[in-house]
């Protein structure tokens, strides 16, 4: 038996103001809120343990230090990467120069607080 990813965890200065940003993204819904200010957002009906990983935005105020080491990928389900690219743009998503050439054929953007993350060309099926 393998492990599997069942959540993923960003720290942010406001959990809320992720929290709708990428449940609009990913199509996620509210599943559980910590003591600490911790949201956790899931597919809608499954939340942790299903077959997608939850997303948990938690608190920090911190100063953000240099170029995180992980970051999110994500596909469009039901159309193409133009539309979707400015989907995203509406949401408050903004482009990311991370060193890119301009030959990739995905785009770098970043997220309200500055995180950055890559929308890919190819489409995937919704689980």
Not at 6 to 23: I, K, Y
Not at 58 to 82: C, E, F, K, M, Y
Not at 97 to 118: K, R, S, Y
């Amino acid at each position: 038996m393998a492990c599997r990813i069942s959540e993923l965890v960003l720290e942010c200065a406001d959990p809320e103001r992720l929290a709708v940003f990428w449940g609009e993204v990913l199509g996620y819904v509210e599943v559980g809120r910590e003591a600490d200010g911790s949201i956790e957002i899931g597919p809608p009906g499954t939340g942790f343990g299903g077959p997608l990983p939850t997303l948990v935005l938690s608190p920090n105020s911190g100063p953000r230090n240099g170029w995180r080491r992980l970051h999110i990928d994500v596909s469009a389900t039901d159309r193409d990467q133009d539309a979707e690219l400015e989907r995203l743009l509406a949401l408050g998503a903004r482009p990311a120069d991370v060193g890119q050439t301009g030959e990739e054929d995905w785009h770098v953007l970043a997220d309200p607080e500055g995180n950055e993350f890559c929308l890919l060309r190819r489409r995937v099926d919704p689980v």
